[in-house]
């Protein structure tokens, strides 16, 4: 048996473990790091392209961070807290770039606008009120609305496409959105690890069991592609593992993970197999989502591009599957039930059958259905121009509410032992978008007493300017630091252009 030794083990080499890597090397460049992934690359489940969006969530667009209230208002805490959020990734992403630690923005993040579009008058009064709650705000200050049909044409042409002129529609855009490909963003900070002194990566290895020995150190227990164990005695843990980490929080038996379980949705794109098609489109547009659809099945027609590569997609189409990643085992979800979240999971399926009839639609439409779904983007879509391919798998997390009873959850929540010592990521969206403000948070929790320490105080602030701030509360601030994200990742390229 093979045995090392680290400050640091990071388990799983997607967009959560390589920004904590980042950070935590940025911090203190003497810390020791490892990092171990099961697959043979780096970023080849959610965090690679093809498994998720790539739409850098800052709420310009998404439509269910801003839900309607009773009153016909809209509740908007939840798309500050992602936009700022999404600021700070910003930052340190710039941050990196001016250092070198980076390559050139245009190879992990792009301009593409951010729109909404909807149909119908409830959906439009809707998205009226949306807009007149967050474009008075700096945070939403560059929103614009329309309701015409020639303005809304010239931010989206396919979808304008033999649309009748009486047809209510609306629409919002930010000009700024990205397109985010955190496959390259994780595969980039690794080339960059790998540079440096005290990291090493270990692919093709499995986490068998973790156990804490008497000095409070994680005993973590590997296995290799030729069988082989390994075992890593570390001072910290982060389980970054996508939908692998509810398993492996469970094998470390810490108390905080009790009562916690996962709800496994895949998720499935139609892609355009036309590039002449996918050039006259350049936006994220996103809709409403069907009742009962969970929050990642909000539809979108969306320009990526990935690995250098523009394509556009349709969807994600909702799917269900037991497994818990997209190279998983089909026993994930009945594995993960334990004595302790089994009344949680009894529960969350008994008052949530709308969404579970709502999955068994999906998985049974036929491709003509799809196509249809895609034609309410885009009118004049043809079956013959999309084929589907799978996108990533996502487990939504289920635990214990006030009263004892289970509870869905659609979003993402770090789970930190009280020593420190261990920290887990579970849920999905706005996931690898606020990567950053979550793994900052996890080192204020499990860092704190060297983060209270003058040093990385002022490094954190070299990292991200607002570091310590409200960007909602001083619009100066966010002024400035907008200006310099925009400026720095060549996200106001597009402006310039058109002003040209």
Known sequence: M????????LVGAGAMSTTLGMLLKQLDPTINLIMVERLDHVAHESTDGWNNAGTGHAAYCELNYTPEQADGSVNTAKAFAINSAFEISLQFW???????AMPSPEQFINPTPHCSF????KNVNFLRTRYEALSKTQSFTDMEYSEDHDVIRQWMPLVMQNRSADEKVAATRVRYGSDVDFGSVARNMVKYLEQQDGYELLLEHNVQDLKKDSDGRWNVTLKDKDGKNVTINAGFVFLGAGGGALPLLQKSDVPEGKGYGGFPVSGMWLVCKR???????????????PIGAPPMSVPHLDTRVINGEKALLFGPFAGFTTKFLKKGSMFDLPSSIKSDNLSSILSVGMSNMDLTRYLISEVRQSHTARCDSLRNFFPDAKDEDWELAMAGQRVQIIKKDEKGKGKLEFGTEAITTKDGSLAALLGASPGASTSVNTMISIIERCFADRLATDEWQTKMKQMVPSYGQSLTEDDVLLKDVRER??????????????EA
């Open 118 to 121: 909807v149909w119908g008058e």
């Open 2 to 9: 093979t045995a090392k030794s680290a400050d640091v083990l």
């Open 485 to 498: 994200t925009l400026r720095t990742l060549k996200l106001d390229r597009e402006t310039e252009q058109a």
């Open 275 to 289: 590039p002449e098609i996918a050039q006259q489109h350049m936006a994220k547009v996103y809709g409403t989502a």
């Open 94 to 100: 710039s941050y990196l770039v001016e250092q070198g």
